[in-house]
């Protein structure tokens, strides 16, 4: 352990990116390749969801960008030989960080009922094998799961795929991630997108940043928070950790940011307690409507529900607002003064907001805000989920969603030829439940490590094992790999980084931002094996297999020219015109959004609307704690890049939980003692062993811990209610010494 770091990025974050890069790539592939993460004429970074600005800078990337490049592009491999010699009980037994450090697998390879290994098997023959699966079910006993990386094209074809079998069993990691953000800006603005662009956060005068850890997850957005401190914004940060990147940030691409002289960004910091944001909010919201900070004229004009709001908001008792935030009053008050007198104001928001039980009604909550302030649809000023897989956002706009709208069904159905099936698939939550409930036969992964991202890591287990064959299409091994159905397979593609060949011709492929830019991608690096193919041709193959000649939609022509995939999306995605040729602009385009071009709202009113939410927070029951559980710096997602948490000054290991000092000493425990973590909840039981005790600053019955180790602690049943977002940030727990 060292002392947490005060500031982000400077000198070591780019010694740590070069020596790692160096390390997995060599330094000719890193030359060839760092330099082109998210130029206009190089691949999106496979890292975080920010934008680029307009001005691109010759690097830009960051630390951590770095790191999922190396990771993604690195020359070890793993192949058959590989297989032959570590059965897959060994594999379970190892852990994710030493899976991924193997390198890239290489060729399709299947374990066969009862086999200890996987084997090498020939991609026709993997399909076959598919097919033969899917023939043999209901449609809805099959389930196709996606994870954010994968680019618009073959996204689109996947919910193509799973559509014309006649299933909407589409779940995807957003269901875990931003769902509730959809879910509340949905019905209060009538579209599930963020309403900014980098430019509009550059001039805000007032950004806040809740539930959100950017110099580790975002550090990209670090150099828009410095340009918007530059041009004279306040920033507040609202967390219950003193996170690194909020306090300064020392910008590496600068030389006095080289240098260590760091820019001091969060002019406040709220910390609040695990889970407090909804009553801050609604306390905000009274404390605005008393100061007469509403916004008439686009109240008047723009929105609903407004006289109800203000009468429920103006009756929260602001003193359980102090216990549920354990701030006070004081600076509460002194934000509402800030966000009554800004005159453009952003809300930034992640995970912090958006995995817990009161999470839909949080993200409403922080919408009315903004709504009574007429931030909407006005330059400087919005809202700002920011999303985490660099696709997750384009993904969604493609038709990954187990609930897609009847306009979209009835488009698709109208470009090819198919019925889509109407009723609502299974989310990821649901589809856990089917499998566990033995209603599901095949379950298909594009990209992800399901058995490890979701809740409940044993009964998720138990789950996949349930299934006659899991498929998953992979670029590196993870503990999806391991817990597997009756028959499992691995089929290995390619990534961001690589080269895309079809019938001779480069392809490209495209993604979405978190400000809706849609931009192409292009990987240069020679694939790690002859055998790799890109997530468009397996999802072609595979329903050419499965549908035979006959089939209306052309897979046989969009695996060999891209192009006539954005055709198509074109005609069934709106704001897509012209896709192909303003795609191949320097930027890309921008995706129309109604409230933020024009302040139109495609709600059922026709207005945006306020959302009168009762005042939910959590408490920490006598002798227990409120666990979130986060990332380190040294992870994305599953994907573990290294064992150090240099920001927070953990050095060599990730099993440890911060806690407040005098918790610590409440409990009989001492920094440094090692405690398994027990989680309650509704009378049942779950255990993680074997976790170092942390001294930490977090309020007082707060802890937080790492994903994916804290994983089984975490209910399947607890989730948000309306988007069922694990809850994630919010799992009671008792620590007890470990034996
Ligand atoms: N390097 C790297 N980049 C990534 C990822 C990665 O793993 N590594 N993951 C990507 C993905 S998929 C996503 S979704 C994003 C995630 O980005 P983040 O949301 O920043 O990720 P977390 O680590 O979950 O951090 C949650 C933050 O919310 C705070 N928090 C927890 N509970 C509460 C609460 O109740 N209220 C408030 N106000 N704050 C709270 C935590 O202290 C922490 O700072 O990052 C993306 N980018
Ligand atoms: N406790 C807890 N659980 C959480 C969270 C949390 O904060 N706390 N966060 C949730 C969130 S926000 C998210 S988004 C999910 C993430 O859930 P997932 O997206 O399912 O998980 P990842 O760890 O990002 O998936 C990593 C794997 O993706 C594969 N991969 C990488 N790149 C590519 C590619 O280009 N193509 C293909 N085919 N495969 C690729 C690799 O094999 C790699 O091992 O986890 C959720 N789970
Ligand atoms: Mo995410």
Redesign the pocket.
Known sequence: MSKPKSKAAGLPAVLVTLRRTFREMGVRRTAQTLYRINQSDGFDC?GCAWGEPKDRRHAEFCENGAKAVAE?ATTKRVGPEFFAEYSVADLASQTGHWL?QRGRLTHPTVRQPGAEHYEPISWDDAYDLIAQHLWECEPNEAVFYT????SNEAAFLYQLLARSLGTNNLPD??N??HESSGTALNASIGIGKGSVTIEDVETADLVIVAGQNPGTNHPRMLTTLAAAKRNGARIIAINPLPEAGLRAFADPQKITGLAGHAQPLADDFLQIRIGGDLALFQGLGRLLVEAGAEDREFIEQHCAGYAEWADHISAVDLDTVVEATGLTLAQIESTAHAMASAERIVICWA?GLT?HEHAVATIEEATNLLLLRGMIGKPGAGLCPVR??SN?QGDRTMGIFEQMPEWFLAALDQEFGIASPRPHGYDTVNAIRAMRDGKVKVFMA?????A????DSEVTAEALRNCALTVQ??????HSHTITGKTALILP?L??TDLDVQDGVKQHVSVEDSMSMVHLSTGRLAPASPELRS?VAIVCELAQRVFGPEHPVAWGQFARNYDLIRDSIEKVVPGFDDYNQRVRARDGFLLPHPPRDSREFHTGTGRANFAVNDLHWVPTPAGRLVLQ???SHDQ????IYGLDDRYRGVKGGRRVIFVNPEDIAALGHSDGDTVDLVSEWNGTERRAEGFRIVAYSTPPGNAAAY??E??PL?PLDHVAKRSNT?A??AVIIRLEKSR
Do not use: D, W
Not at 147 to 150: D, H, P, V, W
Not at 473 to 478: G, Q, Y
């Open positions: 496979p993604e991924g994870s954010g990386r994968t990691c957003s875990m991630c995970m995995q985490g897989h997750v594009m990209g992800g490590n399901f490890e991202a979701t809740p299409v992979s670029t590196k091994l993870n593609s990534g961001r997530e559980t986060l990332r994305f997602n599953t994907t994903y994916p804290t994983n975490i694990p994630s940030k």
